[in-house]
Every structure is written in structure tokens, then in C-alpha cells.
């Protein structure tokens, strides 16, 4: 497994950006596929986007499609979320999460490591 950390959430106001990283440590994430996930209070936790070790391949839930956009930068061993025009629905704890298998994917059962999860607070 490897350890990730996540990093760059706060308090927004509704339509401002936020930039979430994700950094992993342990072992190099050039070859593992990766994702995030968010959890509003309440509520399962929920597939938000992928990208593929070489960032080839990327895939959005719908409800983020336009907003969002997943970067990786594997000579940082980081992953990005640059999350714009945000609704206050969007609040929740995001998760970063890796697997070794290198392709992207939307099964959170595909991932084994995750990290402890950065809150994101949007205001009306």
C-alpha cells in the first residue's frame, strides 16, 4: 500500500475554486491508478474522478463533469482536484485513493489505500 495524504480544503464561498492534493509517500505512484472520492455527513461515500497511471485516461461523475478536473504529476508523486464553480452541495470530506492495476476506475472496492480525507465547505 501507500500512504496518502491529502491536502487544500477549506471554506468557500459558492462558485469559488478550491485545488485539492493528494500526496503519497512509500511508494511511487507513476504506475498505480488513483482517484478521488468525497463523503457529505450522512451520507456513502461516493466516486467523484479517475485518472490512469499515465494520465491518458480520465472519467468524472456526472454531478462534477465541467467543474472538476483530475491532474496528476507522478515526478511529485501528487495527484490535483481543481474544483471550480462550487455549489454548496459539493460539501463533504474528499478522499484520495490509489491501486497498483494503473487503470482508472470508478469501483471504490478497486482501491486499497486511501488517505484520512481533506473537509471541503461550500457556503450559499
Known amino acids: 500500500q501507500v500512504h496518502l495524504v491529502e491536502s487544500g480544503g477549506g471554506l468557500v464561498q459558492a462558485g469559488g475554486s478550491l485545488r485539492l492534493s493528494c500526496a503519497a509517500s512509500?511508494?511511487?505512484?507513476?504506475?498505480?491508478?488513483m482517484a478521488w472520492f468525497r463523503q457529505a455527513l450522512g451520507k456513502e461515500r461516493e466516486f467523484v474522478a479517475t485518472?490512469?497511471?499515465?494520465?491518458?485516461?480520465?472519467f468524472y461523475a456526472d454531478f462534477v463533469k465541467g467543474r472538476f478536473t483530475i491532474s496528476r504529476d507522478n515526478a511529485k508523486n501528487t495527484m490535483y482536484l481543481h474544483m471550480s464553480s462550487l455549489r454548496p452541495e459539493d460539501t463533504a470530506i474528499y478522499y484520495c485513493?490509489?491501486?497498483?492495476?494503473?487503470?482508472?476506475?470508478?469501483?471504490?472496492?478497486?482501491?486499497?489505500?486511501w488517505g484520512q480525507g481533506t473537509q471541503v465547505t461550500v457556503s450559499s
Open positions: 485513493a490509489a491501486h497498483p492495476g494503473g487503470w482508472s476506475s470508478a469501483a471504490r472496492d478497486q482501491y486499497d489505500s
Open positions: 512509500g511508494r511511487l505512484i507513476s504506475s498505480y491508478g
Open positions: 485518472i490512469s497511471w499515465s494520465a491518458d485516461n480520465t
